[in-house]
Every structure is written in C-alpha cells, then in structure tokens.
C-alpha cells in the first residue's frame, strides 16, 4: 500500500500540520519546517518530541477519517437518515451499500487511519531510540497518547473493513492488518489480516497501557482534558470496545470506575465528568466535563471542504421521516427534537451548527453512563435493576423532564436504552456500531432492502490499493 512504502522523512515531514491543536497553541514552539525534518532532528529535544505528540492527534482528526467522515459514515449506513442529493462524492453509495474497492471513500478512510496508526509507531519508535531526551515518566505518558491513539484508530477500521462482527463468530473472522512497528519501506508493506479477535486484543492491550499511564488530568487549560487523552478517556474506549464483544462483566468494571453508584452520576477520580445540565451545551461550549475526547476543529484548520459534520446534517441527508424521529417516545417535549429543523421534509438536524469550527465528539459521558445501563441489564437474571434504569432516566430527563423510564423486564430495558441511544447520538455516529455489535441486520430505509450481516455489503470492501500493495491482503467476500 502505498502509505506504507513512504520513507520515514516523509512521514515525519506532515507533523508540521500539528498547529491544528489550537487549543494547546501556548504548549507549542513553531512547527519545524517541513525542509530541515530529520530523524534526528524529530526527536531531538523535549518540545520537538511534544510535537511529535501532536503530529499523532492531528493524523487521527484528518477529515477523512475521524475528523468528519468516519463518523457520518457510520450514521447514514443506520435507518435513521436519507439521502436527499444523490452526491456520490457525499457519502450516498455509503448510505446505500453500494461500496467498491476503488471508490474513493473506501481508498480515503483507509489510507487515512493507516496513517494516523502509523505516526503513533513513528513517535513509538522514536520515544525508545531517544530514550535520555525526556524523563521516562513523560516518555510514558506519551506512549499512552499515542497507543490510545492506535487503539481508537484500529477500533474504528475494524468496524468498517473486519468481515464480521466480533459476536458473529467469537472474533473468528478475518480482521484488518495490526501494523505495530512504524512503517520505513516497503519491506513492511506485506501484512496479513489478523482475527476480529486478535486485534480487539490488540487494542485492548493499548488502551490498559494508556490507562496505566496517562495523566488524570492535564494542568491549564480545560481544552487539554477533553482534546488530549487521559485516564478515564482510556476507560471510557475500554466500556465501548467490551461492548463489541459481549463482555459485560467488563463494561461494568470499566464504567463504575467512572460512574458514581447513585445518581448525579459522575467521575470520582481524574477529569470529574458528568453531563451537562442542558443538551446543547456539549455542541456549542465544546470543552465541558461531558465531553471525555473530542476532536477540535476551527475555521483555520477544519476538517476540510465536504468532510465536516453541519454539512452532512444539513444538505446531504436529512432525518427518515420513518426511523427514530417517527418514534412516538421521542417527544416534542424533548430538548433534543428542538434541533430538528423544518416542520416538513426533508427535516434536517441542527446538533452541528457550524461545518468546520466545531469539536467531533468521539465519546462522551453519556455514552459511558448507557454503556454501563445496558451491560447490568444484560447480566440480571431476575428483577430490572434500579441503578441500571435510573442511568437511563438521568440520560432521558436532562432533555425531557416530563419522560420516566419503569421498564418491568429486563429485556424493555435494553430496548428503551437502545432506543435512547438513537436519539442520544443522533449524528455521532454511534448507530451503525450499535446495529453491528449485535450482529443484526442493517434496516431497509425508504426503497432500500434490509442488509443482512452475512452478506459482503454489511461491511466494506478492502481497498484496491491495499491489494495491489500488501501481497498477503486479501478481499472481503
């Protein structure tokens, strides 16, 4: 693949884009220019390797990839969005499931996320070659970053290019290639795919890593704590990645690390998370203590022209008169149905209001919270737990007051907490890996058929590129 065969000058030429990281400008000497990037240079002191930090966060929000388009992909494949342009360049052979290996969406994302893995490995691999620059504890805390960084980015492929959920087959399926050594010609370009199973490992392995050693919080500014990763932003991927695999055992684990046992609910330890007293104010205030890890983007440096989030809600797509907006438990008492924009179609969703200065919210604590719901409601045999539904009612009554949850079995619990999720992450792309985890069909919306898990258009196709260049790849099918 030709990501992989680039010479490490070159890769390490792109972290001067790392001015993307606004919000930490203060903590940053000028980028290094582009003409005199060296090995030796890269890693040579201690404000040079903390650029190398950023030049990982700044790959992973490249709006190819989880700065914009990874998440819109992952909303429209769900039942609750139609396609009103017909724009091929826009994301409509993603909503219909008409994917091929060399489209450009499916060259894009890859490249994209290999590349965001590959700068992780990059500054890895400098960080143990210059290993007297910088206290070991700061090298560690960096190492956390970056293989945070992997892990969310090999979460994320996984789910779009691995054959098979994970709960189709215990994690038996072909996966993706785990590229864990940074990449410095082609002698590394030929990588077979390991199991589902083999790189949830793998990123679970990252992510307790990064929990070991990742600062609770970061000094100054509130934005380092939502924008750079840190304890419970380990935590918080590790309560989604179990979800994936049916280990609610673990979930709980996870998520009681950050979820007090009784309602308000919030973190007891690092960044004290909780949800924010109105909705909106997560998609308009950006840096609050709901938000766990967020990409930030500006108008200086946005995701790019067609990946941010407003345009997608906003003119490509609009909300399926028949998905979660029909649903008669989304009421108009809720603060959330208030975004929805025009009283007939096509009704357009307004959480994003601006395309390019905004922040991509990639977990927050709501999330968190209905994780753990819906793992205790998974593990009771009996009686419907009362902390599990009143996690469900605080998500539900900080948006709608006039709406209480008294589920009398466990198996309404989970479909009211499926249900909140719909409208919850409406736009964050959450949807379409809650349809996948469980390994369930993919609904038919307007004139489109229902897309069966066993079929080859439930996940998408490997790109051309990758099997033209990794002799060892081979295809979905």
């Known amino acids: 693949m030709k990501q992989y065969i680039k010479n490490k000058l070159a890769i390490l030429a792109l972290i001067a884009v790392i001015a993307s990281f606004t919000s930490c400008q203060k903590e940053l000497l000028d980028p290094i220019p582009q003409t005199v990037l060296s090995d030796a240079s890269a890693f040579s002191s201690p404000d040079r390797i903390l650029q190398q930090v950023f030049g ?5 929000k490249n709006g190819n990839f989880l700065g ?29 499931f008409t994917l091929i290996s060399t489209d450009n969406q499916v060259e894009s994302q890859w490249s994209a996320a290999y590349s965001a893995i590959n700068r992780a490995n990059v500054l890895l691999q400098g960080l143990d070659a210059n290993s007297t620059v910088i206290p070991a504890s700061t090298a560690n805390r960096y190492r956390g970053e970056a293989r945070f960084c992997r892990a969310i980015s090999n979460f994320y492929l996984l789910n779009f290019y691995g054959r098979r959920p994970f709960n189709a087959d215990a994690g038996a399926s072909a ?29 679970l392995d990252d992510l307790n890593y990064a929990e070991t050693n990742l600062p609770l919080t970061y000094a100054g500014t509130s934005d380092s704590n939502v924008v750079r990763a840190h304890k419970n932003a380990a935590i918080a991927m590790k309560s989604r990645v179990y979800m994936h695999m049916n280990r609610w055992s673990d979930v709980i684990t996870e998520a009681n690390k950050i979820v007090s046992t009784a309602a308000p609910f919030q973190a007891a330890t690092g960044v004290p998370h909780k949800l924010n007293t109105a909705f909106l104010t997560t998609f308009r205030t950006y840096n609050t203590t709901e938000s766990i890890f967020s990409l930030p983007m500006t108008n200086l440096n946005s995701p790019g022209t067609q990946n941010g989030l407003a345009l997608y809600h906003n003119a490509e797509f609009a909300l399926n008169p028949t998905g979660i907006f ?38 927050r604590y709501s999330e968190v919270m209905l994780n753990l719901a819906e793992a205790i409601a ?73 897309v069966a898990p ?24």
């Open 454 to 477: 066993t079929t080859v258009q439930y996940v998408w196709p490997i790109p051309a590129s990758e099997l033209l260049y990794n002799s060892l790849m081979t295809q979905n099918n």
């Open 326 to 363: 029909a649903d008669a438990a989304w009421k108009t008492t809720d603060a959330r149905r208030a975004l929805v924009v025009n009283t007939v179609a096509p009704f357009r969703y307004s959480k994003f209001n601006d395309d390019l200065n905004n922040y991509v919210p990639i977990i």
């Open 56 to 60: 990982v966060y700044s790959q992973v």
């Open 175 to 203: 996966g993706i290639p785990l590229r864990t050594s940074a990449a410095t010609g082609s002698s590394g370009a030929a990588l077979a795919r390991s199991t589902v199973s083999q790189v949830y490992n793998s990123i």
């Open 378 to 450: 998974r593990t009771s045999t009996t009686t419907v737990d009362a902390r599990a539904v009143a996690l469900l009612n605080a998500v539900r009554q900080r948006s709608d007051a006039t709406t209480t949850f008294a589920p009398t079995t466990n198996t309404d619990l989970i479909n009211a907490i499926l249900n909140e999720r719909r409208i919850e992450f409406l736009g964050e792309g959450i949807r379409s890996l809650d349809i996948m985890r469980q390994n369930i069909a993919f609904p038919g919306k307007g004139s489109l058929a229902a």
């Open 68 to 96: 914009g388009r990874s998440i819109v992909y992952n909303d429209v494949r769900g039942e609750d969005w139609v396609n009103v342009t017909g724009n091929g360049v826009t994301a409509v052979g993603v909503w219909n």
